[in-house]
């Protein structure tokens, strides 16, 4: 995963949580940020703004920490991109 991806994930964390971004690195966890259940629904609804995608409610439950939200998004962007058969 590219680190242009990596700082646009942690900008929109920011952004959304009113946090300095320099204070969020790939493997903060949730938990460090005071980041909460409520709080984690609104970086989706931001997350799915930034990059134009709909995230599933099941895989968003699982998601602990940076690097979670990450590599979940880079895969589901993946995804979506890969040419239907």
Do not use: W, Y
Not at 14 to 33: G, P, R, V
Request: hydrophobic share 45%.
């Amino acid at each position: 995963m590219s680190e242009e991806f990596v700082q646009r994930v942690i900008e929109c964390i920011a952004k959304t949580q009113h946090i300095d971004a320099a204070k969020i690195t790939i493997d903060s966890t949730f938990e460090e940020l005071g980041i909460d259940s409520l709080d984690g629904i609104n970086i989706l609804f931001a997350l799915e703004s930034e990059f134009d995608i709909n995230l599933p409610d099941d895989a968003a439950k699982q998601v602990r920490g940076v690097r979670d939200l990450a590599e979940g998004l880079e895969k589901l962007i993946a995804a979506n991109a890969a040419p239907a058969n």
